[in-house]
Each structure stands twice: as C-alpha cells, then as structure tokens.
C-alpha cells in the first residue's frame, strides 16, 4: 500500500529538549516536504526537498532543519523546542516538483506539544 | 493579503443538500487547483483536480475554475454525514518550483 508514515503522532516534551519527528514514503517519490498546521493560517511549508541531498526553506523555517541522506525518508529536527511549535505536523511526498506532479500524498500527522 | 482565502466557516448543512465552498487567490500565475478533504486526525487526502479553467466532475463533487475571477469552488451534490470533514483549496504554478500554497480550510458539518 502507497503511503507516507510519520512516527510518533502524538508528542509532548519541554522547551529546549532537542526532537526528531520521523518521515517515510514508500512510492519513490523525489519531492518531499514538511508543513505544520495552526487553526485559521490552514497548512505552512516548513522545508521541503526535491531529492536526495537537495533541501531548501519554505515559508516558516525557523527553528527546524532536516535532512535527505535517503530517498524514503526526510526527518524533521527541531534543535531546541518552544513553546510557539505546538502545532500539527504533516509530512508530504509527491513524485517531483514539475507541473504535472502537484499531487501530494500526506502522513497522518505529529501532534507535538511543547511545554 | 493571503494569496490563497478561503472562508474558514464551520458550514453545516443537513443532509442531501447541495454543498459549496470557495476560494479565491490573487497570484495569476497558478494553473494547477486541488482540493483536499481532511478528515478529524488524519491527514488531508487529493479529492478533485483541476487544470486551469472549468468544470470537472467525480461522482457527487464538482470542482470549478474561473480564472479570470480568480475564483475556484467545490460542489457537493446530495451531501451526506460522511462528507463532514475540513475542505482545503490549493493551488500551484510556475513558481518557485510548482509550490503548492493552501487555503486555510473550511469546516463543514453535514447533518442527518
């Protein structure tokens, strides 16, 4: 089955306490991103990645970094948690950035609270 | 101003009526328009896709797009409980490599 899993879904952790948030796909896609979610600003690319070793910024990069050492997989790092991350985490996979490959397959999401 | 706005409601309908969403956008250069349904805790899944301008139809859903308007809308023919779910618009084009922007989504409640 074509999917996307994202480990763990739900998280809770304090300030400061360094985290990844696991992200894998299965189809061999080369586009990957990673959005998080807040009531009314609706889905926010936070990094994505057109293939292996190739990454660059989204909207709202701040206080994240990733990595693609691996086509399947592309973690989302936070280095030093606060409290304005709380949020819903969504990675992403699509066959490639070009015109015809818009469609993106999505995780079930990171609940990550940070106290 | 967002580039893509969509009414983030909740709208809640009774059941069989017929279901519109909208949104609009001010960047000209997107060909490229989905909407997603997101169901409570899960991610969101493509529902419709449509390029450029006019009518597709799926089943019960229609999608449209008037692009001289700006303006994309989602209908939903005899909507039943188990369309309930968060609608999102999104849209691409030749920009920064074919980024996908969201709407904000809009909550709707069908009722039995």
């Known amino acids: 089955e074509a999917q996307v899993t994202q480990n763990p879904r739900y998280l809770i952790t304090v300030t400061g306490k360094k985290l990844t948030v696991t992200c894998s796909q299965n189809?061999?896609?080369?586009?990957m991103s990673w959005y998080r979610q807040d009531p009314g600003l609706g889905l926010r690319q936070i990094y994505y990645s057109m293939n292996v070793e190739v990454t660059d910024k989204g909207d709202v990069p701040e206080g994240y970094k990733v990595s693609r050492k691996e086509k399947r997989n592309f973690p989302l790092i936070l280095e030093s948690p606060s409290p304005n991350q709380t949020s819903l985490y969504f990675c992403a996979s699509r066959r490639g950035q070009g015109a015809r490959n818009t469609e993106a397959f999505f995780g079930q999401g990171t609940r990550l609270t940070v106290v | 101003q967002k580039e893509v706005e969509q009414d983030p409601g909740p709208l809640s309908v009774p059941e069989g009526a017929i279901v519109s969403l909208n949104c609009t956008y001010s960047?000209?250069?997107?060909?490229?328009f989905m909407w997603y349904r997101q169901y409570s805790r899960k991610g969101p899944e493509l529902l419709m896709y449509t390029y450029s301008s006019g009518n597709k139809e799926d089943g019960r859903f229609t999608a449209q797009v008037d692009k001289s308007s700006k303006y994309i809308s989602l209908f939903i023919r005899d909507s039943q409980p188990s369309d309930s779910a968060t609608y999102l618009c999104?849209?691409?084009?030749?920009?920064?490599?074919?980024?996908?922007?969201f709407g904000a989504g809009t909550r709707l409640f069908v009722k039995a």
């Open positions: 960047n000209s250069a997107f060909q490229y």
């Open positions: 189809m061999n896609h080369e586009y």
């Open positions: 999104a849209m691409s084009g030749n920009t920064g490599g074919f980024k996908t922007i």
